[in-house]
């Protein structure tokens, strides 16, 4: 059963670094999610440690594919105007088997959002806790999006 996104409420997520990046950088399904919120479909939400890796995984990504890499700066200045920004303070104890991914899940409850969309395994496999659903790319088009 599909419950798409109304076109009249934003639906408000919180995109893995992953997700962000390979949207920008390679398309595919990632990017038919980052159309979503340029079409004002989605509500992006983010902390400022989550910025802080897209800027830095992001800067990782445009040394190398340098040819790319100008949307990379458009879209985070983007990000940065438009996102749903939280104070998200870091969890009390590790969730995730990568420390590093706690910092979805703090967003996710400091913003009681209940949806992650990553690709990331670490995160995929504690999804649930409290309440967040943690989604793939695929999962989110297919579940969550109308076709256009």
């Given at each position: ?20 990046l390979s949207g920008i ?44 890499a100008t ?78």
């Amino acid at each position: 059963m599909r419950a798409p996104v109304s076109r009249g409420t934003p639906l408000r997520v919180i995109l893995d670094t992953n997700v962000l990046l390979s949207g920008i950088f390679f398309g595919g399904v990632p990017e038919r999610i980052l159309a979503a919120w340029q079409r004002d479909r989605l509500d992006l939400v983010l902390s400022l440690p989550i910025l802080a890796e897209y800027h830095d995984a992001g800067a990782v990504l445009a040394a190398r594919y340098s040819a790319i890499a100008t949307p990379l700066d458009a879209v985070l200045t983007l990000l940065t105007q438009t996102a749903l920004l939280v104070d998200a303070p870091e969890l009390p104890e590790r969730v995730s088997a990568d420390a590093a991914d706690d910092k979805f899940l703090a967003c996710a409850l400091a913003a009681q959002v209940p949806l992650i969309i990553s690709g990331d395994q670490h995160l995929l496999r504690v999804s649930g806790w409290r309440g967040i659903t943690i989604v793939t790319p695929r999962h989110f088009v297919d579940r969550y999006l109308d076709d256009e």
